[in-house]
């Protein structure tokens, strides 16, 4: 990691309570959970709190990928990257030839990069910044026969948390069908982050031509942190 990295203006790293703001002081207190090596100088935007994997599920979920991936598939595109919390996992399971890591804000896209620094995997993962829709048309085509996709999308905010039952259909700014379809027509080997309360009706729908697909929660102290849904032919569970 280089010491006189310099951060733009919207990005921090927090010392102190007094420097965060109120609306993601909760997120800060959890800072070791979401990044082991946050005193190493990781670095977030503040909305970027809000996406990111914690650690113990991102190594979880890589661990999975690991175990249960389909023959012949070495590239993985986390196609939702954020501040890295799951690309970087990706990288250190040594599972993959390459991680190619897509992220659409520049300085979220910086803060994922001078994280993969801390935790010593820079040089295992390709970033792209851009919409990750056109980039694996465009950029990535040539790669689909050797990848799985990763997507942690957007939620549509902390919000979601107060739906007994998420809706998926409205899912902002992204619907399942939406990723469903975009993704399947690049590989048939997905595996989608949603939230633990996501309504698993509308995820058997998308199962194609009525096939087993797996379904997982993720917890940490035994609580669900959140499920993925796993597309094609990976060996989980």
Not at 92 to 110: D, F, M, T
């Amino acid at each position: 990691m280089a010491d006189d990295e310099e951060a733009p203006p919207e990005v921090h790293h927090y010392n102190d309570i007094h420097e965060v703001p109120w609306d993601i002081q909760n997120y800060w207190a959890q800072r070791y959970r979401i990044f082991s090596k946050y005193d190493d100088g990781v670095w977030l935007t503040d909305d970027a709190w809000f996406g990111v994997t914690p650690e113990p599920v991102a190594n979880q979920i890589a661990a999975h990928l690991v175990e249960g991936a389909p023959t012949g598939r070495s590239i993985l595109i986390d196609v939702f990257a954020g501040a890295g919390g799951n690309t970087i996992a990706f990288a250190k399971s040594g599972k993959w030839k390459r991680v190619y890591a897509i992220e659409k804000n520049p300085a979220v896209l910086q803060c994922a990069k001078h994280n993969a620094r801390i935790y010593g995997v820079e040089n295992k993962i390709t970033w792209f910044e851009g919409d990750c829709f056109e980039i694996l048309k465009n950029q990535l085509k040539d790669l689909a026969p050797y990848s799985v996709i990763f997507a942690s999308p957007p939620w549509g905010g902390p919000g979601y948390r107060s739906d007994t039952v998420f809706n998926l259909r409205t899912m902002e700014p992204y619907s399942l069908q939406k990723l469903y379809d975009e993704y399947s027509a690049f590989t048939k080997h997905v595996v989608l982050y949603l939230p633990r309360t996501s309504d698993v009706k509308q995820l058997a729908k998308t199962a194609p031509d009525n096939r087993k697909t797996t379904v997982m929660h993720y917890c940490m102290e035994g609580a669900s942190k959140a499920l993925c849904i796993f597309y094609g032919d990976f060996n989980v569970g």
